[in-house]
């Protein structure tokens, strides 16, 4: 690795793994500059040279980069979450480092765009349609109804555009459901936290078809347009709904090796589809008797500390292996020889964490590496579909992925939360 060389790491508040990337640098001997959305008033407001940047608007926020870049030279930039990529891209653009195009970037932050760039490529995706966020819910739970009326039926989904990690999406099987659920969707959008974003998509709601079947998680590289896949990761526990958190990811998956390569193949097709070149990618896909469907491809990895479930030859994490991407080496990514996974403590209801109990057993767990429980106490939970953060992680690493699921599982069902009430606001 030459010396010198400088990351531009594009963060924001709320991410796990920023820790893990500088980590990562660091080994590689990389000097690292941090632009985020933290704060856009204060000068330097934590003391380590962050650019403050507006990711809701990343033309201006990559400009802000290429100004600066001027007096630092900028060799790799690295998005951690959806909302950065959109900048990163355009970063990567006019620097001319390696990276996934702007357009494709944008496409992906956009759940209603991407289905239609999909689709239109022949891609299986569920049917779907966007609604302004001030419509009428029961006109259109009137028209899901209707038969003939709509590509959309009952059992449907509606979910926000813009939002990530399952928030904010709900399951809705005949009209009543739906009427709920839109509203408790808009509400969610209009909440302070959201409305900070800025984002235009959050004026949206989309309504899709719900696509029964067996869900995993892929994480991959594209390379100069060609998707090498990581990791396929089984879900083994049902998202069927109403609410969609996921808990566990187990790899190598368990599906048969003619499916496997069946995803493969979908999911290079997404890729050219959608314009990705180079770069991370995070997708989640249903399989089911009439095809391999794709729900979701980003050009981001996988997030929260989900990553530490995976790892390669010579012990490389997947953020060394996506700096090294970034950087535009040449890397031949295997993972290690082991099933690995990871569990996402889900947050049984709403109020005050006040204890976690029996930590020290749970992690006796044989199996277990670590268990990582990153809610604070005192902290006020907030569960899904108007949640947006876990408990912790649980992580496991075994013969078989058998083995590692069934040590999660244990370890889990030993750990107990003392949530207390929180008290209404008056």
């Known amino acids: 690795m030459a010396p010198h060389k400088r990351l531009l790491l594009l963060c924001t508040t709320t991410g796990y793994q920023t820790h893990a990337f500088t980590d990562a640098a660091q080994r590689l001997g990389l000097a690292i500059t941090f632009g985020t959305d933290r704060c856009h ?4 407001p934590w003391r380590d040279g962050a650019l403050p940047l507006r990711f809701e608007d990343p033309e201006n926020a990559a400009a802000k980069v290429v100004e600066y870049s001027r007096q630092t030279p900028i060799h790799a930039v690295v998005a951690i979450g959806d909302r950065p990529t959109s900048t990163a891209a355009r970063v990567a653009e006019a620097l001319r480092l390696p990276g996934h195009p702007a357009h494709a970037a944008d496409i992906c932050r956009d759940k209603s765009r991407s289905r239609q760039c999909l689709r239109n490529a022949g891609v299986s995706v569920p049917e779907f349609r966007r609604v302004p966020l001030h419509s009428d819910p029961r006109q259109l739970a009137a028209e899901v109804g209707a038969a003939g009326a709509t590509c959309v039926g009952f059992p449907c989904v509606l979910k926000p555009l813009a939002l990530s990690g399952s928030r904010g999406v709900i399951r809705a099987n ?9 509203e408790r969707i808009r509400s969610l959008l209009r909440n302070r936290d959201v409305g900070a974003l800025r984002e235009e998509t959050s004026n949206f ?3 899709e078809s719900y696509i029964d079947g067996t869900e995993v998680a892929v994480e991959g590289l594209v390379d100069r347009g060609r998707v090498r896949i990581l990791a396929i990761f089984d879900k083994p526990d049902p998202l069927v709904g109403p609410y969609f958190e996921e808990t566990i990811y187990v790899a190598p998956s368990r599906l048969p090796a003619a499916i496997q390569a069946q995803i493969a193949a979908v999911l290079q097709s997404a890729v050219t589809a959608l314009g990705l070149f180079h770069g991370p990618l995070h997708a989640e896909l249903r399989i089911n008797s009439d095809a391999v469907w794709v729900l979701e ?56 964490l006040e204890a976690v109990e029996n930590l020290e057993q749970a992690a006796k767990t044989p199996g277990i590496e670590a268990i990582e429980i990153t809610a604070k106490l005192k902290e006020n ?18 013969k078989t992925p058998r083995v590692v699921e069934s040590a999660l599982r244990e370890a889990h069902a030993k750990l107990r939360f003392v949530i207390s009430p929180a008290l209404p606001v008056l």
């Open 381 to 398: 939970l907030v569960p899904l579909p108007e949640g947006s953060s876990y408990l912790g992680f649980i992580f496991a690493r075994g």
């Open 205 to 207: 709601v989309q309504i």
């Open 174 to 182: 005949n009209p009543e459901e739906f009427v709920h659920a839109f």
């Open 297 to 352: 491809v980003a050009a981001r990895p996988i997030g929260g500390l989900c990553a530490r479930a995976l790892r390669f030859q010579q012990n490389m994490s997947l953020e060394e292996l996506l700096l090294r991407h970034a950087l535009g080496e040449q890397v031949e990514p295997v993972r290690e020889s082991v099933a690995s996974g990871v569990m996402m403590l889900p947050t049984p209801h709403a109020g005050i």
């Open 41 to 44: 008033v204060l000068d330097d």
